[in-house]
């Protein structure tokens, strides 16, 4: 076991380097910071000095290695435009987007769990009809668009819940339904396909012939065994709801890493950019790390694999 | 990550008992989406580019004030909404079909090597497919498109760049059950070589799920697109993209509602078809896939 999370620990490592370098590149590639900072009017050594002070005039290898070493103990640089350390940027907005994700993610389990059991256990009756219709809206309808629709609806018209803005509890509501009804989607569908191939097992069927209560047939014994697939995609759905998070904290002026990225993009900013991106690709390989080890916790076929 | 497609279905006759109706309304919407994309220009009311600045924030003809001239009322500037989302069916569906193809074929091809080379090939692809897969899409082609500039085929190379991997991922997975089989080992001895073998063995054999997996995905692609749009990194203004036409209806939607109310009945009409296309193509071509 210690051997599997050494190695899958290696890999998440070298894939978080590649991503380093790349985006590195790509940052550096969107343009020339200076040309949104400096006034319109300055002069070419006012563009030198501005760009020696920043340090880049450097070589880009040089640039690179000092961005990594400094980034490791935490420190990625001077935020070009807000002209204050990332580091704080990053305090100040990612416990936001955390509890955003969290909710949002407890929102999707809250209602993805009873939803696709029940459609499992009443096949082809109403309740499967209306977790199947939730599950391909989920999966259809424009995310940035629902967020339109919700702010108009629920906040401008009906007035129930703020549009925008993070006071509250109840600012929580609608971006964490409309970022969690995307995840529902996936995971609805795999409880319920997974929980139609383990009612129909052998075990199940002796369970039942040995009297055990057919609540806890369905929610201790069936349910145990289709959760792994469950597991399983965990991280991908992590990653989808960091990624769905861009567009839906944009819309809900949610002040999270999502909205810091997409001002970062907008501006230029590359220590934000490399900040922001490096962040969340660290989160989501440590969710990803923690997902494989406790699957291969779980189903023992995994870790004897590698 | 593992691999959860190539996991065997114990019961895949399971599902089978589900109706196998070939889907003739989503098929229906497909085919008016793709002959309006197509005709856009003969049978749009009126110019979408024009501009008139008297006739701005025109509401749709059934409303009070709404005219039969502007069936879905009129933008900010007073451009026809109904022939904008006309035109915009081609960008979304062009950017669709494109980007999945480029994709699926990058996919397919990196997933039929690793699987069939194995060893250090297959590892070293898997950990490229790996750490692509799990970088937020909309981040990356966020970086592309403002990197490369926003136009129509920078799109659809940033969304591509990241998407070839869940291809290659299940596609690896397949060729890795299929090199088990015998008929491979049979084409190995008579001497075929690995051309032969991924193109005429392997590659047949995995073409029902890449079929299934296209059409799943080309729904996705739309949203990714129109997300990338709507956030200014996409398709640029003023070509009519369904995802910038929501934007630009974004801060009016409580006094002209219709702006960005339309686009968004469109993408959820075209994504949600191909959508129950795919699931319907999977469950009769490919019931193994169900969890994708």
């Not at chain 2, 997975?173 to 032969?196: E, Y």
Request: charged share 15%.
């Amino acid at each position: 076991m210690l051997r599997f999370v050494f190695f899958r620990l290696l890999q998440s490592m070298i894939a978080l380097a590649i991503l380093s370098v790349v985006v590195f590149v790509l940052a550096r590639a969107t343009g020339d910071p200076l040309h949104m900072i400096l006034p319109m009017n300055a002069s070419a050594e006012d563009y030198a000095n501005a760009r020696q002070y920043l340090g880049l005039d450097r070589p880009y290898v040089e640039q690179y290695l000092s961005f990594v070493g400094r980034a490791l103990v935490g420190d990625f640089g001077v935020s070009i435009r807000a002209r204050r350390p990332v580091i704080e940027l990053l305090q100040a907005r990612l416990p936001n987007s955390l509890k955003l994700a969290a909710f949002a993610m407890g929102v999707s389990v809250a209602l993805a769990f009873p939803l696709g059991i029940m459609a499992a256990v009443r096949k082809g009756t109403g309740v499967d009809r209306t977790a199947q219709i939730v599950s391909i809206l989920g999966q259809s309808l424009p995310t940035f668009w629902v967020a339109i629709v919700l702010v108009e609806v629920v906040a401008g018209r009906w007035q129930w819940l703020p549009a925008g803005g993070n006071e509250g509890f109840t600012s929580y509501v609608l971006p964490g339904f409309t970022l969690g009804w995307f995840v529902v989607a996936g995971m609805m569908r795999l409880l319920r396909s997974g929980m139609l191939e383990v009612l129909d097992s052998e075990y199940v069927k002796l369970a039942r012939l040995k009297g055990v209560v057919e609540t806890r047939v369905v929610w201790v014994h069936a349910l145990k065994n289709a959760l792994i697939p469950v597991v399983t995609f965990a991280g991908i759905y992590f990653a989808i709801l960091v990624t769905t998070a861009i567009v839906v904290e944009t819309v809900f002026a949610w002040p999270g890493l999502g909205r810091l990225a997409y001002d970062g993009i907008t501006s230029r900013d590359f220590p934000v950019i490399q900040a922001v991106v490096l962040t969340t690709a660290v989160i989501v390989a440590l969710v990803n790390l923690c997902v494989d080890c406790l699957y291969a916790v779980i189903d023992p076929r995994i870790r004897y694999a590698r | 990550m593992i691999d959860a497609a190539v996991i065997p279905e114990a019961s895949a006759s399971l599902e089978r008992t589900r109706s196998r109706r070939l889907p003739v309304v989503s098929l229906s919407i497909i085919v008016v989406f793709v002959l309006v994309a197509l005709l856009a220009p003969l049978i749009s009311p009126a110019d979408p580019y024009e501009q008139s600045l008297r006739l701005r924030y025109r509401p749709p003809v059934w409303e009070e004030r709404g005219s039969w001239s502007y069936p879905l009322g009129t933008d900010r500037l007073g451009r026809d909404l109904l022939s904008r989302i006309f035109h915009g069916a081609r960008v979304s569906l062009a950017a669709g079909v494109l980007t999945v193809l480029v994709a699926s074929a990058v996919g397919a091809a990196i997933g039929l090597v690793a699987g069939y080379y194995g060893g250090r090939v297959d590892a070293t692809l898997m950990r490229v497919t790996d750490a692509t897969l799990s970088f937020p899409v909309i981040l990356l082609a966020l970086i592309l498109a403002v990197t490369v500039g926003p136009s129509f085929t920078n799109v659809v190379i940033a969304i591509a760049v990241i998407l070839w991997a869940r291809y290659a991922r299940v596609i690896r997975g397949q060729v890795l059950t299929l090199m088990q089989l015998d008929f491979i080992a049979q084409a190995r001895i008579a001497g075929a070589g690995a051309w032969r073998v991924i193109t005429r063995h392997l590659l047949p054999n995995t073409l029902n799920t890449l079929v299934v997996l296209v059409t799943l995905q080309i729904g996705y692609v739309i949203i990714v697109e129109a997300s990338l749009s709507f956030l200014g990194a996409g398709i640029p203004p003023p070509t009519p993209a369904w995802g910038g036409m929501i934007a630009e209806g974004r801060d009016v939607v409580t006094s002209a509602w219709w702006v960005s109310f339309f686009p968004g009945l469109a993408i959820l009409l075209v994504v949600l078809a191909f959508n129950l296309i795919g699931d319907w193509l999977r469950d009769t071509l490919d019931p193994r896939l169900r969890q994708l």
